[in-house]
């Protein structure tokens, strides 16, 4: 640590230097990962601080020594690396993968586990209507009557003729892909021609998505586009209300499910995106699976990656 310049008395003492002690405190290091993905860092006194008078009282010079001399250990956690931990639990059927994020809404801590892309099936739904309604904003409009009534079947329902024709509406695959560039998706493609179903996507972009539904005044959707949205998901068909809905407390979903048996393979896509609640926190979830053999394996699948994303928040 640096010195201060001496000072003379007025009997011309020898000079001598007193140390300045220092009160600033400053990373300086990582020292360790622990099994529980809780990162410490060290920090220690920073030479920048403003220093403490040679004239403080005693029991201020050993508090600023002591601040000076202490090591800090402060904790982040590693929500990836939890996440990960926590998926390794989950009993993935051979030959099938599975990819997941979540969002602790209050913190704005995310997670993610995988990075391939995967078929969108049906919820990709979602981001149809997003597409729409950003669309109808830019226009200054409000949604027509047969515009609402076809998102209603299409999200509520999971209705494929509905979402055909408010695919075409947006412009098919080059409405959603400009939408989605605007909405801060960069890993999303839309399926080609009448192919809403086989967009490809990633679990971290169901998230940004999932984000601009349910986020604040930053989103791209206003507070009236986000809250019809909302309003939807947390009204789907009764039969359809499992996926991310099993990692929270009953009755506090909002959510969209996909599903899709390939004639290429007869092997299964099974998606859930949406918002749920735990002990009063928020968490927004996409789980993405593929190469199941059956909806029901896909299901169970999708809903043990689920709750093992939300445990890497709530360690439960």
Do not use: C
Request: hydrophobic content about 45%.
């Amino acid at each position: 640590m640096e010195s201060s310049g001496a000072r003379r008395g007025r009997r011309r003492r020898p000079s001598r230097r007193r140390p300045l002690l220092h009160t600033a405190l400053a990373v300086v290091a990582v020292t360790g990962v622990t099994a529980e993905g809780t990162v410490y860092v060290k920090a220690r006194a920073h030479a920048g601080a403003a220093a403490v008078s040679s004239a403080a009282t005693p029991a201020a010079s050993l508090s600023a020594a002591a601040s000076e001399e202490a090591t800090v250990t402060k904790a982040a956690v590693d929500r990836d690396a939890l996440l990960s931990e926590a998926m390794a639990t989950v009993s993935v059927p051979s030959g099938a993968e599975v990819s997941a994020a979540v969002l602790a809404v209050g913190s704005g801590e995310s997670a993610g586990y995988g990075e391939a892309a995967f078929d969108t099936a049906s919820i990709v739904k979602v981001d149809i209507l997003a597409a729409l309604l950003l669309q109808a904003q830019d226009a200054g409009r409000q949604l027509t009557a047969t515009e609402q009534a076809y998102a209603t079947k299409m999200i509520e329902n999971s209705d494929n003729a509905s979402a055909t024709q408010l695919w075409h509406t947006i412009g098919r695959a080059d409405g959603l892909d400009a939408a989605n560039k605007r909405l801060g998706l960069t890993s999303t493609s839309g399926g080609d021609g009448e192919l809403w179903g086989l967009t490809q996507t990633t679990a971290a972009d169901q998230l940004v998505l999932l984000r601009q539904v349910f986020g604040d005044d930053e989103s791209q959707l206003s507070a009236a586009s986000r809250a019809y949205v909302q309003g939807l998901m947390g009204s789907v068909e009764t039969d359809q209300r499992w996926g991310v809905s099993a990692a929270g407390d009953a009755g506090s979903w909002a959510l969209k499910n996909g599903w899709l048996a390939r004639s290429t393979t007869n092997l299964w896509d099974v998606n859930s995106i949406g918002r749920v609640t735990v002990d009063g926190t928020g968490y927004l979830v996409a789980v993405l699976s593929k190469g199941t053999g059956t909806q029901a394996e896909g299901i169970a699948l999708v809903e043990a990656a689920a709750k093992a994303a939300v445990s890497a928040f709530t360690g439960e």
